[in-house]
């Protein structure tokens, strides 16, 4: 991935802000990064964007539900794929804004293919894709351009 970014940013020092997300510094392209086993992706846009990518075998356990997801999204959960799209659109958001995952994952609900924050409707596009054994996740503001360069092992 580091070589796309190179390509992308030409020589440039990544940095962190405190909560880890990478940036260069005095750069106008956004960029986030995502992994799990057997895919790595990074997604470049003109405005903040967050993906995330989990492996469609991890298993989200009936607590973890209930402890994160308000029960009204709870109702549209119907497998164990739709508790990882509903978690991996939480992280995105958590990237896109530079918010730490764990402050905002309870304020945060997605239902009808709409985020909500905090019980108000956000202006995000949320994009998922399904693999045959990831799924991949996209948060950007509505109508960015928004380019993923993914390095996997398996196919989209």
Do not use: W
Not at 34 to 58: M, N, W, Y
Not at 60 to 70: A, I, K, T
């Amino acid at each position: 991935m580091e070589d796309e970014l190179q390509k992308r940013l030409g020589f440039c020092e990544i940095k962190r802000t405190p909560s880890g997300k990478p940036y260069v510094e005095g750069n106008p392209i956004y960029f986030s990064v995502t992994h799990t086993k057997g895919l790595a992706a990074v997604a470049f846009a003109s405005d903040p964007v967050g993906i995330d990518a989990e492996c469609l075998q991890r298993r989200l356990h009936g607590n973890f539900l209930f402890r994160v997801f308000p029960e009204s999204e709870i109702k549209g959960i119907k497998n164990s794929e739709d508790a990882i799209i509903h978690y991996t659109v939480r992280e995105a958001f958590a990237k896109m804004t530079d918010a730490p995952l764990l402050s905002i994952i309870r304020s945060v609900r997605y239902e009808g293919g709409k985020l909500y924050v905090d019980g108000g409707e956000r202006n995000v596009a949320v994009k998922i894709i399904r693999g045959k054994s990831h799924v991949l996740t996209l948060c950007a503001k509505t109508d960015s351009e928004v380019t993923i360069d993914t390095r996997a092992n398996v196919t989209l």
